[in-house]
């Protein structure tokens, strides 16, 4: 039976074993595939760091091995304020970087790489109890992938840092070495390099490991005050004139320290009542953080426990810098949600937000700041004492409610769909994790975009001034060259000329927003296809701006197209209004301002019950050609370029998925349908 629950499955007969031994080739070529991943990206990250000059990378190193660093320096370990360790901290790590010194770097960074490893394999052996055979052998590679993605970690191998090392040792101390004493020994060593991690040994002392508890104090007071006789001027510094490291590494209100206390520095409170609602609410933080650690622990859920306690951590610390912050990535293993939709929201949010930059996870918009500049804090204070992590003995642990699926609709072609598990589910996914998704890949969009050659310089615009001739050759060879003639008829009437403006402005982002709304609310089979279908459009319209960088009419200054947007230009410096500094000049083909709006039309045609409805959807992409024609802001073949794009796009959402699903009013399930729908019953094979 144990064998059963950590995924071993019965070969009584023939047939099983013939399963198992069909099952086990894909599956180690998926872990070998998943074990290069992280081999690539540990190079990809070692290649970053080493390849940067001397004085721009290891910039924490260099407070100890640089010219003014402390190990060429007498006086405090404080003096310049940017060692941010505890006393004990610089008292053991000088040897090691007199050696990382010799090592030029290549030493510290391959060390702090193998401590990255270390990690991930360690936690990957620590998932709760019980996980199947693909997990427990798939684990460990993604574990460490992830770690090799995260902030943390490459701010760790940018900066020089020692970061890893105390959560490390609380994991060695918590699931690896034997023997309560050996356990905290680990852990007081962890806290007297990083003094929150002193949070722990309530969480041991609640769950019955009461020696390894005392042992993590008793290790953490001796090597404290061993710091403190050897060198008694730097700990005062530390722990009474700077409050244990508050006053170090930088602004305490910068956005780099990720803590409560940071937190309400932004917000604009300081002085007694900011210190007063600091520990008030950090004491509250730290409780409920610990109730709930206790609890999962005792669940049998020791990892979930100990990212929840680092969690806390993070958030009563008074400086938590993001190198710092490996705890969140932790709470990656904690399951929520009842329904099999909502089970990846959590990971999924945890992923984004501590591998990718805050400006990427929410929109650049002042009312947006204060959750984008405290984002990392907030996932951690969600992490310790929000979030609905369920216990195994819930029924949805390990088997969630399933999502309904549309029947298969037959395709013209043998091997439609290739990708026969993108089924079309017909609950609503997520809207947390949709809403994430659209605006990270917005934001990874905007990002491409802008880098496929944006005309900073004038090589770029030559190049894309070439194209833009090449364009109008082609288009006066097709007969089909009227921008000159429609732009200029256009300005004559005021009226057409402001509401053609106004249309370009306008309805680009609305009209798509609001389609995928609805399609949401009302259809969401419908809705899973028509956003796959601009997922793939878009995506082949960035490889158009990356090779085909093209200058609109309006950027040509030989054809004399009057720019009725953005006014009369510099061509040196072109303006593209607010969005100048984020947006290509010369990403114009393909149109996706032409092809979103015919994406709409497609759509509105397809779904909308009545013709008329149908045909006012069509207007749409008619007014968006004209809009862009006349404006001056596209060639004709741009709106073509557009067109074959979203063809494309129906095109792959068609072989990956199959044809889109009929569905007839009894298949569309109701809330009370999916509430009413009982988990699936585990069998005794896993």
């Known amino acids: 039976m144990a064998n059963v629950e950590h995924g071993g499955r019965p070969a009584a007969d023939g047939f099983g074993a013939t399963a198992v031994a069909e099952a086990r080739p894909p599956l180690r070529v998926v872990r070998l595939g998943l074990w290069l991943v992280a081999a690539i990206l540990a190079i990809r990250q070692v290649a970053v760091v080493l390849s940067t000059p001397s004085g721009q990378r290891l910039t924490a190193l260099e407070t100890w091995v640089g010219p003014e660093g402390v190990l060429h320096v007498k006086g405090s370990l404080y003096d310049s304020t940017r060692f941010t360790g505890t006393p004990f901290g610089g008292l053991v790590l000088k040897p090691l970087t007199r050696s990382a010194e010799q090592a030029l770097g290549w030493g510290w960074t391959f060390g702090t790489l193998l401590l990255v490893v270390a990690l991930g394999l360690v936690a990957a ?37 020692t970061s890893i090392i105390p959560v490390l040792l609380v994991l060695l101390g918590c699931f690896t070495v034997r023997g309560e004493r050996a356990g905290g020994l680990c852990m007081g060593l962890a806290a007297a390099l990083q003094p929150t991690v002193l949070l722990f040994a309530p969480l041991l002392w609640f769950t019955g490991r009461r020696g390894a508890a005392v042992t993590t104090g008793a290790t953490f007071a001796a090597s404290t005050a061993l710091a403190w006789a050897a060198m008694p001027h730097d700990s005062y510094t530390y722990w009474v004139h700077h409050m244990a490291g508050a006053g170090l590494g930088g602004e305490a209100d910068g956005l780099g320290n990720q803590s409560l206390h940071g937190g309400l520095l932004r917000l604009g409170l300081t002085g007694p009542l900011e210190i007063g609602l600091f520990l008030f609410l950090g004491a509250a933080v730290a409780v409920l953080g610990l109730r709930r650690a206790v609890h999962y622990a005792r669940d049998g859920q020791l990892l979930l426990a100990v990212a929840i306690t680092g969690c806390a951590a993070v958030v009563v610390s008074p400086t938590a810098w993001q190198h710092q912050l490996l705890w969140v990535l932790l709470a990656v293993v904690g399951r929520v949600g009842r329904r099999a939709s909502d089970r990846y929201v959590w ?102 975009r802008l880098a496929a050659t944006g005309g900073s310089n004038s090589a770029d615009r030559a190049r894309a001034e070439e194209h833009g001739r090449l364009v109008l050759d082609i288009e006066r060879f097709l007969h089909i060259d009227f921008e000159h003639a429609v732009n200029h008829a256009v300005t004559k009437v005021d009226w057409l000329r402001s509401f053609f403006d106004f249309y370009y402005e306008s309805f680009h982002f609305v009209v798509p927003l609001t389609i995928m709304a609805v399609l949401y609310w009302r259809r969401p089979a419908d809705y899973r296809w028509a956003r796959s279908a601009l997922g793939f459009a878009t995506l082949l319209a960035l490889a158009g701006f990356w090779a085909f960088p093209l200058a609109p009419p309006r950027l040509m200054p030989s054809l004399g197209i009057i720019d009725t947007v953005h006014g009369a230009q510099n061509f040196s410096k072109p303006d593209y209004g607010t969005l100048t500094a984020l ?23 397809i779904m909308a019950p009545r013709w008329w409805m149908k045909a006012l959807g069509l207007l749409h992409p008619l007014f968006t050609v004209s809009a862009i024609v006349a404006t001056g802001n596209h060639w004709v073949l741009d709106a073509l370029g557009g067109a074959l794009v979203v063809t494309g796009g129906f095109g792959l959402t068609y072989l990956f998925q199959g044809p889109r699903a009929r569905l007839t009013p009894t298949e569309a399930p109701t809330t009370t349908d999916r509430e009413r729908t009982a988990p699936v019953k585990e069998t005794a094979s896993g």
């Open 125 to 161: 052996r620590a998932l709760p109890q019980p996980v199947d055979r693909r997990t427990s052998l798939l684990a460990a590679p993604v574990a460490v992938s992830l770690l090799m993605l995260s902030l943390p970690v490459r701010n760790t191998l940018w900066l020089g840092q």
């Open 347 to 448: 990971p999924v949010a945890v992923v984004l937000v501590t591998t990718l930059p805050a400006k990427m996870m929410l929109p650049n918009v002042p009312a947006m700041y204060p959750l984008r500049d405290d984002i990392v804090l907030l996932a951690a204070l969600a992490a310790a004492t929000a979030v609905p992590f369920l216990s195994r003995a819930s029924p949805y642990y390990r088997a969630p409610i399933p999502a309904k699926y549309a029947a298969p609709v037959p395709a013209r072609f043998r091997r439609v769909p290739l990708l026969p598990f993108l089924r079309r589910a017909l609950t609503r996914p997520s809207l947390l994790l949709e809403l994430l998704l659209i605006r990270v890949t917005y934001a990874a969009y905007q990002q491409v």
């Open 583 to 605: 947006t290509n000049q010369y990403a114009a083909m393909p149109s996706l301002h032409f092809g979103w709006s015919l994406w709409c039309g497609v759509v509105i045609a």
